[in-house]
């Protein structure tokens, strides 16, 4: 009772910190690197084929490959009206994907390392089953309430330096863990052609790889607007000892009261 | 007081972990020689992607062929004709081959092989045919539907006599690249020299007279105009013809 009492309300353990920071730097790399390779075709599609020379869902004025033009005259393949036709690209497009793709795989592996470590350990130590997943007698209709109302006041109580976390806190962590990220990780590996020769049935889990690059990118946008209001809820409740707690561990309420004349 | 034998989680976890790690050793084999990395780290995490193909997936699983309806426009990119005398760097053979309907080009057949050779156009299309309706993947991002026909890289190893030293095959291209890939890839049975697209003799700007279709990997990787295809017993970046020292990978099934 008492060993649960203690590691329900201490700081951050060191397995959270080292993955949370990993899964950190690998995700701004993975964002960093994601933008630039969306830039060199800014068009998104769906189903399982899509190029500048059929229709986009939408088109995202992000690169000079925006509005891309420089074509050749095209020309069908069959004789039927409405035949698929080809051109020949005559300009020069902005690609840096060399490097793009290299280190966006590289913090892939990264991450996919240090939310395997942490999937495992969140399992076998109980961290999600005490501080991540909200308990069934936690997910009342009213508290849900309070806490939406809390939060639209900016009613921000300051740092803990660590669980327990509160009802809206838990289910945006688990949102970000359980589904985000994985999802993230297989619309990822859906884009790959030697993964999905031996796995086909991740294509006809999305309907298609232009599908699963286009849940990709909105899955991104879903991860960057989290960072951000994760980024503001942490300078909000106390940047310091938010930033102090994730890194050393040091509870920072905890040493107040030991400490404390 | 006797010491109690429990297992504790940790050491579940640790054992467990360690009993992958030996599961996975006898799949290492499989990835032989990794390609180099000059000392980079974006090519070693290539290196650890293509090492992590190699051991964990059946290499010879097939891609994903679509139907007839499926096939979709197609862009030509990147060189749309060799032998375009506005282009730097044109080559002039393969303007003459072109202006002959290539009944001269051959392709060469060289390196790990019993019996090197020139093989024409009739001489590939009188080998077993491979049809397949395959789609193309783009670094870029984008993603077409074609058919393809040809003969498999297997086939004309195979007939060539391919020596057991073999371990990598290299194309050479009419518009100045160069590039290789391993005996996984290369014996992949949709990996084709490719001859028609879509029902026709394939068009100047896809590739013309013939053109690689490496379907497990990333479009890049299937090479345009090919002119040679060497058997090297070693690893070749290719230099300046090559793309790997240009800072693309290698190694593109991701």
Known sequence: MQHSHLSSTGGHSLWVRVCHWLATIAFLLLAFTGIEILMVHPRLYWGETGNDLTPALFELPVSRNYKHQGWTASQAFFKEAGSPVSAGRTYDIFNQNGWGRSLHFLAAWFLVAAGLAYLLLGVFSGHFRRHIVPARKELSRRDLWADIVGHAKLLIPSATGGPQYGLLQKITYAGVVFFALPLMVVTGFSMSPTITATFPFLLDLWGGFQSARTIHFFATIALLLFLFIHLFMVIRSGFRSQFIAMTTGNKYGKEKDHHAP | ?254
Not at chain 2, 7 to 32: N, Q
Not at chain 2, 151 to 164: C, F, M, N, Q, Y
Not at chain 2, 196 to 212: C, E, Y
Request: one cysteine or more; a positive charge; aromatic letters at 10%.
């Open chain 2, 1 to 254: 007081m006797e010491k109690k034998r429990i297992i504790t989680r940790r050491e579940a976890i640790i054992s467990g972990l360690a009993a992958m790690g030996g599961l996975m050793l006898p799949g290492c084999s499989r990835v032989g020689q990794l390609p180099p990395t000059y000392g980079n780290i974006l090519r070693m995490g290539d290196a650890l992607t293509y090492a992590a193909h190699r051991s964990l997936l059946p290499g010879q699983s097939l891609v994903r062929e679509y139907s007839h309806r499926d096939i979709t426009s197609f862009p030509a990119t990147g060189t749309l004709n060799p032998g375009d005398p506005s282009r730097h760097n044109h080559s002039e053979l393969y303007a003459k081959l072109h202006h002959g309907d290539f009944r001269n080009w051959r392709l060469s057949v060289e390196g790990a092989v019993a019996r090197p050779g020139l093989y024409s156009l009739e001489d590939l299309m009188r080998f077993p045919s491979k049809k397949q309706i395959t789609r193309h993947t783009c670094e870029e991002g984008w993603t077409a539907i074609a058919e393809w026909q040809g003969v498999t890289v297997r086939h004309v190893l195979e007939s060539a006599g391919i020596l057991p030293s073999g371990r990598y095959v290299n194309f050479f291209s009419f518009d100045g690249w160069a590039d290789g890939i391993d005996m996984v890839d290369a014996l992949h049975p949709q990996t084709i020299l490719a001859y028609a697209m879509n029902g026709k003799q394939l068009p100047v700007p896809h590739g013309a007279p013939v053109r690689l279709r490496l379907e497990t990997q990333i479009g890049y990787k299937s090479m345009k105009y090919l002119q040679r295809m060497v058997v090297t017993e070693k690893f070749d970046d290719h230099g300046d013809a090559g793309s790997i020292k240009q800072g693309w990978s290698w190694y593109n099934g991701i």
